[in-house]
């Protein structure tokens, strides 16, 4: 069994590098992989540098945010060379930045609360520890605590990642940020992580909640051409679509890949190498690249 999507406290996990290392190592993974958000950074915790927690294989991963069109996605890059992929992130997300960052999508949210007629006590906000800290995620479940507000988020009261794909970040949706102002070029992201001598993979295609997720495929590998999908999600589990997606792949010759996209207590539901229990990856669908 295998996990090459997951993250730490290096983004917009909770757990630190030694304690992933651990769990997989308890689970018996045969191949892992630490795809922080926008950093390579993992890779200098000592517990990586030196590993001597996992005996497995670790495949050097991170997951890059990106913009095509109007929407906002995210590319796992695997095989980097973490140094290559470090120094490009400062161009857009030093941490600096991410502070900005902070303030505008803080300041975003509570126009939006407004204009909704959410009811919120400012005071009661959790404020962002680290550079890497998503805003919106703590902010979402403390108006979650008011009945009222549950009605007036309909649907998107029954999940952030609902309320994330199909509000915050659909420029069709009255919630929406406007996320993608901050996000590089899609096709610079993958020419990066092949510069960096990588191979570079669409994260989770049915997270997003795309019309037409194929079709969206089909429109990105014309302006860069991907290296690979990942196949095996908990976003791909139900309805045929992880079998949707390995079709397409394999009749495209694209590589598979697959992860539990762990984050620990933010996304308490996904546990590592199953995702939410009926994950369990083969090594045998990434040992064709690896």
């Known amino acids: 069994m295998i996990d090459i999507h997951m993250h730490t406290v290096y983004s917009d996990g909770d757990k630190t590098v030694e304690e992933v290392l651990k769990m997989c190592e308890e689970k018996k993974l045969e191949y892992i992989s630490i795809t922080d958000h926008d950093t390579c950074r993992q890779y200098e915790d000592e517990a990586l540098k030196n590993n001597k927690i996992f005996t497995g294989k670790i495949i050097k991963g991170t997951e890059l945010h990106a913009r095509f069109q109007d929407k906002n996605i995210e590319i796992l890059g695997y095989g ?3 140094d290559v992929i470090n120094e490009w992130v400062q161009k857009y997300y030093s941490d600096d930045k991410l502070r900005q960052q ?11 609360f407004d204009k909704h007629g959410i009811i919120y006590d400012e005071t009661k906000f959790k404020k962002p520890e680290k550079p890497t800290d998503y805003v919106e995620q703590p902010m979402y479940w403390e108006i979650l605590k008011n009945d009222k507000n549950k009605e007036i988020l309909g649907e998107f009261a029954e999940s952030f990642t609902l309320f994330f794909r199909k509000g915050l970040a659909n420029p069709k949706s009255s919630y929406f940020m406007n996320h993608i ?6 096709k610079e992201v993958v020419d990066i992580i092949h510069e960096a001598g990588g191979k570079a993979f669409l994260a989770h295609p049915f997270e997003y909640k795309f019309d037409d997720t194929m079709k969206f495929i089909d429109d990105l590998r014309k302006e860069a051409e991907l290296d690979g999908i990942e196949c095996f999600h908990p976003s791909a589990v139900d309805d045929d679509k992880k079998d949707i997606l390995v079709d397409y792949a394999r009749k495209n010759n694209l590589y598979i890949s697959g992860g539990s996209d762990y984050h620990g207590s933010p996304k308490p539901d996904l546990q590592i190498g199953v995702g939410r229990g009926n994950l369990n990856i083969s090594k045998e669908i990434i040992e064709e690249w690896v």
């Open 80 to 82: 980097i060379d973490t």
């Open 102 to 112: 902070q303030v505008i999508c803080y300041n975003r949210m509570l126009d939006i």
């Open 181 to 186: 102002e901050f996000r590089p070029p899609y």
